[in-house]
């Protein structure tokens, strides 16, 4: 009923940008906070950067500045704009969402995770 998908990932050089969208659907009631994750092959899955509703941020130490989360409630949408890649950010970047969609007429909450998106930075 409802559903994340991520777009905007791919193959960067080093020292190159992307910006990774991940988007709401469905019955949406509401979206509270908007995360999002990554697995490198052979690691465990790490928090990137999270977004509340109102739009506090915060970052996980690795970013050093270089990731800029932001969120578009009007489109049910977060962005993750990535800059200063490097090689150890190959990984698949997930998005995860605390939201409410309607079902009849109530609505149930619940965590939610999109398919991932697979990010590549070259050497």
């Known amino acids: 009923q409802v559903q994340l998908v991520e777009s905007g990932g791919g193959l960067v050089q080093a020292g190159g940008s992307l910006r990774l969208s991940c988007a709401a659907s469905g019955r949406i009631y509401s979206i509270g906070s908007m995360k999002w994750y990554r697995q490198a092959p052979g690691k465990q899955r790490e928090l990137v950067a999270g977004i509340t509703r109102a739009g506090t941020t915060n970052y996980a130490d690795f970013m050093e500045g270089r990731f800029i989360i932001s969120r578009d409630n009007t489109k049910n949408t977060v962005y993750l704009q990535m800059n200063s890649l490097d090689p150890e950010d190959t990984a698949v970047y997930y998005c995860?969402?605390?939201?409410?969609?309607?079902?009849?007429?109530?609505?149930?909450?619940?965590?939610?995770w999109g398919q991932g998106t697979q990010v590549t930075v070259s050497p």
């Open positions: 995860n969402a605390d939201l409410s969609y309607f079902t009849g007429a109530r609505y149930n909450s619940g965590n939610y």
